[in-house]
């Protein structure tokens, strides 16, 4: 498996295109300067029918545009072969909001002759505001124009938000004899939060492989990624994942479980955990990617429970930004947890590129070189690593540090 | 019922004393200019031995005082007659934590002539630094000799760790012809979080009532007011709600529930309503007080649920902080609460001293003024009121909004 360009258009039969169609949020006074995007708007589309799997947010204030995409695929028997996604309005909370997702989705259909419940339909943004619909109806014809097998960067900025950098991520893997290639494309950096799923996602794959075994991967994947993933501990009403297969790598249908799944299953973890790492690091005000490695823990859903309570504690966060080594509140994020676990059997360390150290040995903070601490904790990638010393399971959820900017960003979002 | 001065003191028979002995965090360099108190011990004592009911953090990684209170309360059969407790060192997460924690009580039993028992110990502040027992020997002495019917506020003081004013509040009730007194101070200001008994806080009373009534009365109450409160979402390790009633009012003691008990519960929930709201409003770097007021639940916990969830909301509070009106933010926390709700029914309005304004009707967000929102969360105190209009239960909720100033008081809070 190698890493290889083209994110969503990495896979063979995908066509992307973006551009600006002027959705404006009320206000846009305190844009960060770092944004320098400005499409707001994409289609993409395959040459073929996809086999689709999708994940949701739990949320229970849906966005029009998840509850439109839901039917569809329903409709089609979870076969698509558009998307279509805007940035700066959730389409959320609206009277009219399902008429008009549904209305994106019929425009998409009839630009390109395909059946509507085909076209899959995201809105990310501020949530409250009536979209505008004209806006959409003069982009489609033009995003259809300017579709093309290489333009998935035009795609992965239009869905955009705080978001400060694009995130892709493709590679290329071989299924028998066929090289097949996985890549994908996400939005997000606030409202982010694990046991759901998470952000807009898209990803795209040429691979052969039943709808069923693609939701299944997907589920199992989405547990160990995104789901492990917290920015702020909000989350969003419009959050997606969604994975189209369209088969045109021409490898033998993956249609049971065994060794041609299980290659895909990696495949796909290693471009859903970096999209993760990806969207941890760009949270809003980050200035750091923090994460929590538990081992040794009874079984998974401890382990899950353990290290995303850790990179949700609001005082770790800030501690982190602060590179200060404050492990009371490591060990506290893990008693309040909820999972069961001996206190008395926790060891703790800190790791980054330069170096480890241990500061917890068996739930007693033990004496340690505050200054190697601090050296370790001002990198820009740090592990908390918790051993549980209670059984062989282990996970690692992804977060960032807690900021001034983070409180300036969404201090007045809307303005 | 009314106010009345006092605090800890209010109640007959209650002496306290505080003072400075000398307990240091690591360093003291980002030590908040507002803080102006030092004292860091305090002890205080009732003339009698009292029925004493408690409430404990339901972290799994305890404080050694919680493990030790817990041990005295139950030798004693619920009964106490001193308390003593120390700012600055949390003693938790050291290996001789217990034996410190058992020192303490010991030092007091020996210094007043009480069963050790008989003591509850309490300690806030750093978690993982080995509490120095020599300052706290030679305070003892100095402590039990200051004991004052009127020293209630050298007591508050001693329990503040970033809190930036002392929390005291007691009233005075009738129960049949005889005044009672109830009066309570609370320290605490981050590591807040509901569900949990929250922050350190001690009420005193001389009303005579059964151990198992003053329990059940706590228990209750404790429901209502501190778990319906939230600074940050992070629980602490040393979390304590301490009641005892000596007796000393004389009126016929409550063995029942019935005229009396209701009115002792509302004596209760007087003082620790208006603890919680002064815990909310001296939230870290807070501020604004930001209360949930849901109405229309189908149960008490639904209503419970759904408060919590807004006020803990990272999203909500960072635009309270910048008095924005952005109710997509709330319509998302009470949809991934985690409550059955049905988001078309909810109506969301805010509500401050400059007026009330409807913001959201039925599910969607309704046109509203702008400016005149703004003026309103412009205020100091703020109520984000919640309609489900499916059903009759309601309750409030205690939060503060997320500002610049939490994440520089946690940045570096050892150094």
């Known amino acids: 498996m190698k890493f290889t360009e083209g994110g969503i258009c990495a896979a063979k039969g995908f066509k992307a295109s973006g551009t600006y169609c002027g959705i404006k949020k009320p206000k846009a006074s305190n844009q960060n300067p770092n944004i320098k995007h400005k499409n707001d708007i994409?289609?993409?589309?395959?040459?073929?029918?996809?086999?689709?799997?999708?994940?949701?947010?739990?949320?229970?204030?849906?966005?029009?545009?998840?509850?439109?995409t839901k039917s569809n695929l329903e409709k089609s028997g979870n076969k698509s072969i558009a998307v279509i996604a805007n940035s700066k309005n959730a389409n959320t909370c609206n009277a009219d909001g399902v008429e008009k997702a549904q209305r994106m989705c019929q425009l998409v259909a009839e630009e390109l002759g395909v059946p509507e419940e085909q076209v899959i339909v995201a809105s990310?943004?501020?949530?409250?505001?009536?979209?505008?619909?004209?806006?959409?109806?003069?982009?489609?014809?033009?995003?259809?124009k300017g579709l093309c097998y290489n333009k998935n960067l035009e795609a992965a900025t239009a869905i955009m938000t705080t978001d400060t950098v694009t995130k892709e991520y493709a590679v290329a893997f071989e299924i028998g004899d066929v090289t097949c290639r996985i890549g994908?494309?996400?939005?997000?950096?606030?409202?982010?939060?694990?046991?759901?799923?998470?952000?807009?996602?898209?990803?795209?794959?040429?691979?052969?492989?039943?709808?069923?075994?693609?939701?299944?991967?997907l589920n199992e994947i989405v547990k160990v990624t995104y789901n492990c993933l917290s920015i702020d501990g909000d989350t969003s009403t419009n959050d997606m994942v969604c994975l189209m297969a369209n088969g045109l790598a021409f490898n033998e249908e993956i249609v049971c479980e065994g060794k041609e799944y299980e290659t895909f299953k990696?495949?796909?973890?290693?471009?859903?955990?970096?999209?993760?790492?990806?969207?941890?690091?760009?949270?809003?005000?980050?200035?750091?990617?923090?994460?929590?490695?538990?081992?040794g823990a009874k079984d998974m859903d401890t382990a899950i429970t353990c290290a995303k309570s850790v990179i949700c504690s609001p005082l770790v966060k800030t501690a982190m930004f602060g590179a200060d080594a404050n492990c009371g509140r490591i060990m506290g994020a893990l008693g309040y947890s909820g999972a069961d676990i001996d206190p008395l059997k926790i060891d703790l360390s800190y790791k980054s590129a330069k170096g480890c150290i241990d500061v917890c040995r068996g739930g007693y903070v033990v004496e340690f070189d505050e200054e190697k601490a601090k050296e370790i904790l001002?990198?820009?990638?740090?592990?908390?690593?918790?051993?549980?010393?209670?059984?062989?399971?282990?996970?690692?959820?992804?977060?960032?540090?807690?900021?001034?900017?983070?409180v300036k960003i969404n201090g007045d979002y809307r303005t």
Chains 1, 2 share one sequence.
């Open 42 to 68: 994409c289609l993409f589309v395959s040459d073929t029918v996809c086999n689709t799997a999708a994940v949701y947010t739990q949320n229970k204030v849906k966005g029009a545009p998840i509850t439109v």
């Open 124 to 144: 990310t943004g501020v949530i409250g505001l009536t979209l505008p619909i004209e806006p959409i109806e003069k982009a489609v014809p033009v995003l259809a």
């Open 184 to 217: 994908g494309m996400a939005k997000g950096s606030g409202m982010i939060h694990p046991n759901m799923a998470t952000t807009l996602n898209f990803i795209t794959t040429d691979c052969a492989i039943s709808s069923e075994l693609l939701q299944k991967a």
């Open 266 to 295: 990696s495949a796909l973890y290693e471009v859903m955990a970096n999209l993760t790492k990806m969207l941890a690091k760009d949270g809003e005000g980050a200035t750091k990617l923090v994460m929590c490695q538990v081992s």
């Open 378 to 406: 001002l990198d820009d990638e740090i592990t908390i690593m918790v051993n549980l010393n209670s059984g062989d399971s282990g996970i690692t959820a992804y977060g960032c540090d807690l900021t001034y900017d983070y």
